[in-house]
Structure formats: C-alpha cells, structure tokens
C-alpha cells in the first residue's frame, strides 16, 4: 500500500528566507506525482506536476524534483513571501494494477512571518 | 471560465437524512473525482469516473454513490447520512485519466449531527 509522508508537518520562516519542502512515498512504481497549495477554507490548487520520467519542474519561485528510485520529491521556495503561507501537499498516482489510485500526503503548514 | 464548481457550500445534515452534492466542470475534462478531506487523514479518494458513463470506486467508497451525468457532471450521493460522513468534500477534475494534472472545486463542508 502507497504510504506519503510529509515532512516537516510545519514550518515557520522569516520573509525572504528559501526554503525546501520534503514528500517520502513508499511505492516507486507511480506514473506522476503533484504538488498542490491549499488556503485555509478553500480548496486545493496544483502548483506543479512531475511525470515519471522527468526530473524536475519549475515554475516562478517554485522548483519540484522528483527521484523515483529513492522515493522522495523536494518543493523549492525561493525568495519566500507572506503570501506563500498556506499548507502544501504532495500526491501520487501508483500505476500498479487496473485501478486508478492517488495518495495524499497529509501536508506541511508553511507560515512566512513579515 | 469558472473551472470547478460544487453546490452547496455548506449542508447541515440529521443522521439518516439523505442529500446530494453537485459538481460541474468547464473545462472539457473526461476525468473527475470526489475526494474527502478529514484533519489528521489527509485527502482520500472517494469515487472517480474517468470519462463519461464510467464511475469506479476509490479508496472510502462505502456509504456513498455517484453519477457521471455527462461530461460536465458528477455528484455524489449519501443516501443515509451517518456522523462518521462529517467532512469537506471536494470534486475533482482532470483531461484524462492519471497522467493529467488535477483541478480542484472550492468544497462542501457537510456536518452530520
């Protein structure tokens, strides 16, 4: 069973400061995985999507690295403002089997402090 | 272009009672989903139809029912609601199946009492 574990559950920087965000998923075998910023009471918005075969996407201030053997994926904060405080989230789609199945990480809260 | 959009914001619900949630997309997605979000349990899948007259059944589906009605839409239903189903429920779109990035409508925060 596909287990996503995210760490740190919380994070509390000042302005400015770059900052990494980590996501651990068990099960190598997937087909792509997302990074997703959620605002409190609102829903969820894709920041980026890594597909299998790549490495790394980027977009703005945000960079996404994906190493499939190892299981892991970091999200890159540059220059971080505090309009980038909000919880985010990884998932992953598994390619095993004839169901579609995504799995959520439980979320890092990231507050930048003014 | 108004993405994903769900109906009712809000619901109260007594136990036993019954409802549905709407949700529509305009964006010409073939995929969507419905997912409950619980504080501690994360975002889980709930059902998901990956393209018009198809619906299979997600990681929680127990209790609850779906309908693709078309391209456009795809609602949920708690046929007899139950405490256990107090959550925010958020519908899901995507072009295709997997491979595709995930939009998101703003979620329906029901209570079951």
């Known amino acids: 069973k596909q287990e996503v574990t995210q760490i740190p559950a919380a994070l509390s920087v000042p302005e400015g400061e770059n900052l990494v965000l980590n996501c651990s998923f068990t099960?190598?075998?997937?087909?792509?995985l997302q990074w997703f910023r959620q605002d409190p009471g609102k829903g969820l918005t894709s920041l980026l999507l890594?597909?299998?075969?790549?490495r790394e996407q980027t977009s703005g201030r945000l960079n996404a690295s994906l190493d499939k053997s190892s299981g892991r994926s970091t999200l890159y904060i540059a220059a971080s403002q505090p309009g980038d405080s909000a919880t985010y989230l990884c998932?992953?789609?598994?390619?095993?089997?004839?169901?579609?199945?995504?799995?959520f990480g439980k979320g890092t809260l990231l507050t930048v402090n003014p | 272009n108004a993405g994903v959009t769900q109906t009712p914001k809000f619901q109260v619900l007594k136990t036993g009672q019954s409802m549905t949630l709407q949700c529509a997309q305009d964006?010409?997605?073939?995929?969507m989903y419905w997912y409950r979000q619980d504080p501690g349990m994360g975002l889980r899948l709930i059902y998901y139809?990956?393209?018009?007259?198809?619906?299979d059944k997600g990681e929680v589906p127990n209790g609850y029912n779906v309908s693709r009605l078309n391209k456009r839409e795809f609602s949920l239903r708690l046929e007899s609601a139950a405490p256990s189903q107090t959550s925010v429920y958020f519908c899901?779109?995507?072009?295709?199946?997997?491979?595709?990035?995930?939009?998101f409508g703003p979620g329906t925060r029901l209570t079951v009492l």
């Open positions: 899901a779109s995507s072009p295709g199946l997997v491979t595709n990035e995930q939009f």
């Open positions: 099960d190598s075998a997937i087909y792509n």
């Open positions: 890594i597909q299998s075969s790549q």
């Open positions: 998932a992953v789609t598994n390619s095993g089997g004839s169901n579609y199945k995504l799995t």
């Open positions: 964006m010409n997605h073939n995929s």
């Open positions: 139809s990956a393209s018009e007259g198809t619906t």
